[in-house]
């Protein structure tokens, strides 16, 4: 089978429902995601080792030091206005998403996670906003090749109205219901 990179595909904004169909359907080889975002289809390969650790480094602290008993997962997909998106990490309520469908709603996430990689404009903007217009209350966004990590918070009017920014190696306190400092000096 072959399979056409992010880059090699043209993006296709007409005829939505015809788009949301193809993609529905589309079959990727195992490791690889297929998202839809802002009417382009972005199938992308598995990603590098740094890239998963830094997910797993986020993950440890969160089920360590959360405020509450969390759920963090890696393969979740989300329906936000702009797409299907998956993140790299979505975070929910031990057992929110148990009964969940394959692409679920996003009420009751508390946290997406990204960390950047070969497409760190989608991360910083694309998804930013469907995050944001989905009312999904904090967006901690891992760039790699800025050496920066970003919580948005408090989404409003289509975007996150507060973003707290941290360079790799200093702290960042991440807010109720998490209630903890999130430790970044794993990610350099």
Not at 11 to 32: H, R
Not at 90 to 100: D, K, N, Q
Request: charged share 25%; aromatic share 8%.
């Amino acid at each position: 089978m072959a399979l056409m990179t992010a880059a090699e595909r043209p993006a296709v904004t007409s005829d939505s429902d015809g788009l949301l169909e193809a993609f529905l359907d589309l079959s990727v080889p195992d490791g690889f995601r297929a998202q839809l975002i802002e009417g382009e289809i972005i199938v992308t390969p598995p990603p590098d080792g740094a890239h998963e650790t830094l997910i797993s480094v986020v993950a440890k602290q969160l089920y360590r030091h959360a405020g509450l008993d969390v759920d963090v997962l890696q393969t979740k997909g989300l329906r936000v206005p702009g797409g299907r998106f998956i993140p790299d990490a979505t975070v929910i309520a031990a057992g929110g998403f148990m009964e969940a469908e394959p692409w679920a709603e996003p009420a009751g996430v508390l946290l997406v996670l990204e960390v950047t990689s070969s497409r760190p404009d989608k991360d910083r903007e694309a998804k930013r906003l469907g995050y944001a217009k989905a009312g999904i209350p904090c967006y901690l966004l891992v760039d790699r090749s800025e050496g920066k990590v970003t919580l948005f918070a408090d989404p409003e009017k289509g975007d996150y109205q507060t973003a707290t920014r941290a360079s790799f190696g200093k702290p960042l306190d991440l807010p109720a219901p998490f209630g903890f400092t999130l430790d970044t000096t794993l990610f350099t």
